[in-house]
């Protein structure tokens, strides 16, 4: 099996996961041309695509869903049903018969067990999901404010965690282009996770069997792919625990697909 991120950050998320027998994206809120240039580069064509798992709503993660869907009539995408409950159809803007809404919180789709959780962010609804096959496990928490103990425990035993490091807490609260209404949202429990957070999680990760991360969803505006790294690794370091040792830590791009993870 094959993982690796198309696109991270504000601009549009996707990550493209493949098994002998079932090929998905989560998310793909990147243009159609966008996400086709980039399956090529691992030589795979959209029309191969079985299924996207949507996490939420915003438009970084949605926005190509639907050009796809027309494109391609016989993939799915998968909605958690209770956001029928909260009558955004009009933001989802999806053709019925192409959503698979799943009511509870472990489906299938094809060899792949998929576990979906709830994580707090600003939006009607957010899921992060683990994936298994083959006794192997993938997870995404990609949209996150906070780091609860149960999103912990779904993220524990994960060979591959992609994990929101969204900024720098000092680079954001100076940054000069964002008013402090949104600033608030952003460091709210319901925002996004900060490098140092992000940090802290991993380190309580790698006390459960998590050897690998990849830091998702970084800021252009308040981050860069260096600094996050090294916040991440220097808080690692101070809780005795070495990266490229106890466990690794890759970056995922904006303007480039990832690391191809080969399991």
Not at 48 to 66: P, V
Not at 82 to 92: A, D, G, H, K, T
Not at 179 to 200: E, M, P, Q, V, Y
């Amino acid at each position: 099996m094959r993982v690796v991120s198309l696109s991270s950050g504000s601009k549009g998320n996707c990550i493209y996961f493949e098994t002998n027998r079932t090929k998905i994206l989560i998310d793909d809120g990147i243009s159609y041309s966008c996400l086709t240039t980039r399956l090529q580069n691992i030589d795979v064509l959209p029309s191969q695509i079985d299924a996207i798992l949507l996490t939420h709503e915003h438009s970084d993660h949605l926005y190509g869903i639907k050009t796809f869907l027309k494109k391609n009539k016989t993939a799915k995408v998968y909605i958690p049903s209770f956001v029928r409950n909260f009558n955004i159809m009009s933001i989802l803007q999806l053709p019925q018969n192409q959503i698979e809404w799943y009511d509870r919180s472990v489906f299938f789709i094809n060899d792949l067990t998929i576990s979906a959780f709830v994580l707090p962010h600003d939006s009607n609804f957010c899921v992060g999901y683990s994936i298994v096959c083959e006794n192997r496990k993938i997870s995404i928490a990609t949209d996150l404010g906070c780091v609860s103990q149960k999103t912990l425990d779904n993220l524990y035993n994960s060979d591959i965690i992609y994990f929101e490091s969204n900024h720098d807490e000092n680079l954001l609260i100076k940054n000069p282009k964002y008013s402090a209404s949104l600033k608030k949202r952003i460091l709210s429990n319901n925002g996004h996770l900060s490098n140092t957070a992000c940090g802290l999680a991993i380190a309580n990760l790698v006390k459960n069997n998590v050897k690998q991360v990849v830091l998702s969803h970084l800021s252009e505006e308040n981050n860069t792919p260096n600094l996050a790294y090294t916040t991440v690794k220097n808080i690692l370091f101070k809780n005795g625990i070495i990266e490229g040792e106890h466990i690794y830590i890759d970056v995922a791009y904006q303007d480039k697909i990832g690391t191809i993870f080969n399991l």
